[in-house]
């Protein structure tokens, strides 16, 4: 499964969890229009840290916070191996 489909599912997951009406997911969409609170993010970067085994946020110290769905899914997708 790629990254992008790992995060996707994740997301779906978690929208299904916390009933929030995810938005069909696009790069352009903006991170604030998926319906996620900070709960439902902190859920979404702890599974996919246990899924993709990285935390692109922590491991950068000049990470920026993404914006946008295209720019969440580029962090993951960028970490060094």
């Not at 929030?20 to 229009?33: F, Q, R």
């Not at 998926?34 to 491991?59: C, K, N, Q």
């Not at 000049?62 to 960028?78: H, K, M, Q, S, W």
């Amino acid at each position: 499964m790629s990254v992008r489909s790992t995060i996707f599912a994740a997301m779906q997951q978690i929208a299904e969890e916390q009933k929030v009406a995810l938005p069909p997911l696009e790069d352009d969409l903006s991170l604030h229009e998926t319906g996620f609170d900070s709960l439902a993010f902190a859920i979404l970067v702890a599974r996919l840290e246990d899924d993709l085994g990285v935390d692109p946020f922590t491991m950068a110290e000049d990470a920026a916070f993404p914006l946008t769905i295209g720019d969440f899914v580029r962090a993951y997708e960028n970490v060094p191996a």
